[in-house]
């Protein structure tokens, strides 16, 4: 039922027309990191935070979900705090996070939209458009049910809106 609801929420999160997104961030090392770099894959963007309980919660579901997918998807974690570089590079080895790690100062709205709360998850498409957004913690099983059930439809590209059934593809 959990898991229901939690596909249920992304589908409401999604925007109404498709829209190609990008952003550069640099990565702990300080080189820059491109979305469109992961073009051909699906892209879990996570914004979250150090001292935040949940985003410490849902890393094990967001490492297994990016090594179990290496071929289909990439999990982008974004540290959205400002802290002392060499601090993050200890603490997201001690996490065993294996997804690249980007930084970010904290600003209310970002290139893919709004982060009000953490952790904040978007879902991009294979070709770069923002499907769906997820605030609070998130499971490698919801993940993997909601890019299935769009890789099924055969619109993977198209977002759906709540309340709009897409039509049957044609594959």
Known sequence: MRLLVFITALFAAAPAVAEIVDFMLPDLEGKPV???????KWVIVNYW????????DEIPELVSLHDDNSDKLVVLGI?????NNDYLKAFVESQMMSYPVL???????????PVMGLPTTYIISPEGERMARQE????????EAYIAR?????????????GTTPAPSSR
């Open 34 to 40: 491109s979305l469109s770099d992961f073009r051909g």
């Open 49 to 56: 935070a150090t001292w935040c309980p949940p985003c410490l």
């Open 79 to 83: 540290d959205y705090e400002e802290v």
């Open 103 to 113: 930084r970010m100062d904290p600003i209310p709205v970002t290139r893919l939209g």
């Open 136 to 143: 609070g913690p998130v499971t490698q099983q919801a993940i």
């Open 150 to 162: 769009k890789e099924q439809q055969g619109r993977a590209a198209t977002p759906v809106s709540a």
